[in-house]
C-alpha cells in the first residue's frame, strides 16, 4: 500500500510540474503575442506621423514663399 502511495504522489507531483510549466509557457506566448501586436500597432503611426511633419513642413514653406511673394510685390 505504500508503494502505491508513494506512485500516486509522484504522478500528482509531475502533473503539477507539467501544468506549472504549461501555465510559464502559454504566459510567455501571451507575452510575445502583446509585442508584436503593439509593434504592428506602432509601426503604422510612426509612418503616419513621419508623413505629417513632412506635409507640415512643406505647408509651411508654401506660406512663407506666399508671404515673400506677397511682400516682393507690394514693393515694386
Known amino acids: 500500500m505504500s508503494n502505491g502511495s508513494n506512485t500516486d504522489l509522484s504522478g500528482a507531483i509531475s502533473g503539477l510540474v507539467d501544468t506549472i510549466g504549461k501555465l510559464g509557457q502559454t504566459q510567455?506566448?501571451?507575452?510575445?503575442?502583446?509585442?508584436?501586436?503593439?509593434?504592428?500597432?506602432?509601426?503604422?503611426?510612426?509612418?503616419?506621423?513621419?508623413?505629417?511633419?513632412?506635409?507640415?513642413?512643406?505647408?509651411?514653406?508654401?506660406?512663407?514663399?506666399?508671404?515673400?511673394?506677397?511682400i516682393g510685390g507690394g514693393n515694386k
Open 28 to 70: 510567455i506566448e501571451i507575452l510575445n503575442n502583446t509585442l508584436k501586436a503593439m509593434t504592428d500597432m506602432v509601426e503604422p503611426m510612426g509612418k503616419t506621423a513621419t508623413d505629417l511633419v513632412g506635409t507640415v513642413a512643406n505647408t509651411m514653406n508654401d506660406v512663407l514663399k506666399n508671404v515673400s511673394s506677397a
